[in-house]
């Protein structure tokens, strides 16, 4: 499983460990990504994503699940938030 967030798309970043003698070798920064079920009001439905402790404060911060996805770049989601985007799309158009 990739350690990606599936609505903000945020990844591992590549740093160094700095010692007190300043030498530096590599390492990875992780997000902090948490299993979480959302729910879409529009569609009346839940879902389980895998998203970053601050897409989590975002979402809440923006409206919720529908809010967030209608303003976020196709680029950055997942296939899976991209399939919820979609059907958000078509229940508005049709509503």
């Given amino acids: 499983m990739s ?6 798309g945020v990844g591992p970043v590549v740093g160094n460990n700095v010692s007190h003698a300043n030498n530096k070798t590599k390492r990875r920064f992780l997000p902090n990504l ?9 569609l009346g ?6 998203i970053a ?3 989590l404060r975002s979402v809440d ?9 209608m303003k976020a ?7 899976r938030a991209m399939k ?11 509503a």
């Fill in 73 to 79: 770049k196709d680029d950055h989601l997942s296939d």
């Fill in 3 to 8: 350690r990606r967030c599936e609505l903000s």
């Fill in 34 to 42: 948490c299993d979480v079920t959302l729910a879409s009001e529009t």
């Fill in 45 to 50: 439905q839940s879902y389980k994503l895998r």
């Fill in 61 to 69: 911060h923006i409206g919720g699940l529908d809010a967030y996805l």
């Fill in 84 to 94: 919820i985007k979609r059907a958000l799309k078509k229940k508005v158009a049709a």
């Fill in 53 to 55: 402790a601050k897409t």
